[in-house]
């Protein structure tokens, strides 16, 4: 397959950004690893090991990335280089924001404190199942 050269430019890009890749052990019929791209998506490889899983996605990025660029689509920026303010507006039903409220009030802390505290709970227990 022939590759124009300023696509070919794009794909050595792309393909060198710092993209999330994250691996996961699953056990269905059998123990294998599943490799994917968080911001590519579509872009997930299987193996028999997390290493192999890996090897078996770096192998088809270049030729993930000329497929998605060839179809007119646009490519996204690596989490990694996303710009966070740390601040994100939230909406619930206003019995959720009374009971957080209260919540919040009992242990002597604001309500934003609160949250951000249950969030760091939730997300440090599920980095932690995971292995990271």
Do not use: C, F
Not at 110 to 132: D, F, H, P, R, T
């Amino acid at each position: 397959m022939v590759i124009k050269e300023g696509i070919k430019d794009q794909i050595e890009y792309y393909a060198q950004l710092p993209y999330t890749t994250v691996v996961e052990r699953v056990e269905d019929q059998g123990v294998y690893y599943v490799a994917r791209v968080l911001e590519l998506e579509g872009l997930v490889m299987t193996g028999d090991t997390p290493e192999e899983a890996v090897a078996e996605l770096e192998s088809v990025r270049k030729e993930w990335i000329e497929t998605h660029l060839k179809l007119g689509n646009k490519m996204p920026k690596p989490l990694k280089s996303r710009k966070y303010s740390g601040q994100y507006r939230l909406r619930m039903e206003p019995s959720l924001h009374e009971y957080l409220s209260l919540l919040a009030e009992h242990e002597g802390v604001s309500l934003n404190q609160y949250m951000v505290n249950k969030l760091a709970q939730i997300a440090g227990k599920e980095m932690e199942q995971k292995g990271k």
